[in-house]
């Protein structure tokens, strides 16, 4: 591995770079881009309901965000397993192929229930291509490396919250929700075609489908994923809902909520830039400060969320802080699964998308028992204190290593 980024010149290292972040903008397209189009999503595919309640029928078109949740839990782990000895490049090719056939599937679904089909099935490449192209990015930066690679692939998913989720949530308000889906595919077919032609074949990671498996039999390492997923859940508890929140809560119309994207996308390209860094010096530091910190900006949110330069202000520092702990939690799970590269990485998304899912019920459950749109931020305070306190606790745990069976220390 290290013969190939040896022959490679560094500007073509870099393109390469560069073309897996593509594909992580795409993702950031497909996971992010819905959040600020779900009134317009309603309306299009709930209208009986959204005739009743728009706050009803917005928290039901919600499940899109939860369902596409669900699809990366289920095919991350699952893609790890199968093709643990598959090229990393022609396995990134194929999931971004599989995202493009997902987005198209998104854009043309003519019922509600054929659309969470839809998102189910985009959500399954997600978790798997994070873990394959953080790895191959990890090789062409070199050694010691590991978190900025996954950061590398991670900013083109907080690029795509600064400039692309805003366009594209725009376009759809100007002209329908189905146009914005149709964008997102035409994104994984660039991405596809830069990643075949920039980046050179490289092996396989290396494990094997019983090392895979075999992260399974590690309590330390279910503890962190659960912890990951609560952790992370306050995030998407204030990120699903940050539509209505700006123009029922802050009183702005709904030409603001792409700037109000773009600026969370902002905090979360500043997050992820800092976050690579500190967390290849020191993972721990990174990851408690940062979560500290996510619990503190989520808080001052629910506070200044309902003046319009308090919630400019918010959005910013609660994606700047989430985002500045991803890379540290990527290097977590992938030293407590010893020999399984891959499955730590899948594990990892699976757990994200599993906050992601149950930030956006709970956000979903507190608007519609009567906290209105200020109850998602309520909710997230919650659930980051309580991400904290089991971050903590994750590093005073040990486990046997699944692989040798001798005791790891946390």
């Known amino acids: 591995m290290g013969n190939v980024r040896d022959d490679l010149s560094p500007r073509r ?13 795409g993702i950031g397209l497909a996971e992010f881009a819905p959040m600020g189009l779900l009134p317009q999503i309603a309306q299009g595919l709930r209208p009986r309901l959204w005739a009743h309640s728009h706050s009803q029928a917005i928290t039901a078109a919600g499940w899109m965000i939860t369902v596409y949740a669900l699809g990366v839990m289920v095919g991350a782990p699952a893609i790890a397993i199968l093709a643990a000895r598959v090229s990393r490049t022609l396995l990134a090719i194929s999931l971004l192929v599989s995202f493009a056939v997902g987005s198209l599937a998104s854009a043309m679904a003519p019922s509600f229930g054929l659309e969470l089909a839809a998102r189910f099935l985009a959500g399954l490449p997600h978790g ?3 873990g394959v192209a953080g790895s191959a990015a990890a090789t062409l930066i070199g050694p010691g490396g590991r978190a900025r690679g996954y950061a590398v692939v991670l900013s083109g998913l907080t690029a795509a919250n600064v400039v692309g989720t805003p366009l594209v949530a725009g376009l759809g308000q100007v002209t329908t929700w189905r146009v914005a889906f149709l964008v997102i ?11 075949w032609s920039l980046v050179p074949s490289l092996p396989a990671s290396g494990g094997s489908p019983r090392a895979e498996l075999s992260v399974f039999r590690s309590r330390r390492m279910w503890f ?3 912890t990951v997923a609560v952790g992370f859940a306050g995030f998407f508890a204030v990120y699903t809902y940050i539509a209505p929140v700006t123009t029922h809560l802050a009183g702005l119309s709904t030409s603001a909520v792409p700037w109000v994207l773009a600026t969370a ?15 290849d010096r020191s993972p721990r530091r990174a990851l408690i400060s940062g979560q500290a ?7 001052l949110f629910a506070v200044i969320a309902r003046n319009p330069v ?10 700047a802080t989430a985002l500045f702990t991803a890379p540290a939690i990527q290097s977590r799970l992938i030293d407590v699964a010893p020999g399984a590269e891959l499955m730590g990485a899948a594990v990892n998304q699976s757990a994200s998308n599993l906050a992601n899912s149950l930030g956006a019920a709970l956000g979903g459950v507190a608007i519609s028992v009567g906290f209105g749109y200020s109850g ?5 305070v919650v659930v980051g204190a309580l991400g904290l306190v089991l971050f903590s606790l994750s590093f005073r745990m040990g486990d046997r290593s699944p692989v040798e069976g001798e005791l790891v220390s946390a």
């Not at 595919?185 to 990643?195: D, H, K, M, R």
């Not at 905090?267 to 967390?279: D, K, L, N, P, Q």
């Not at 910190?293 to 808080?299: L, P, R, T």
């Open 13 to 25: 290292r870099q393109a390469a770079l560069l073309a897996l972040a593509l594909g992580g903008f």
């Open 128 to 130: 798997a291509y994070f």
């Open 185 to 195: 595919a035409g994104v994984f077919g660039l991405a596809v075609a830069a990643v």
């Open 224 to 226: 962190v994923a659960a």
């Open 265 to 279: 996308g902002l905090g979360m390209s500043v997050g992820v830039a800092f976050g690579g860094h500190a967390a």
């Open 293 to 299: 910190c996510v619990v503190a900006a989520i808080a």
């Open 310 to 319: 308090g919630l400019f202000v918010g959005v910013f520092l609660v994606g």
């Open 376 to 380: 998602p931020a309520i909710i997230a």
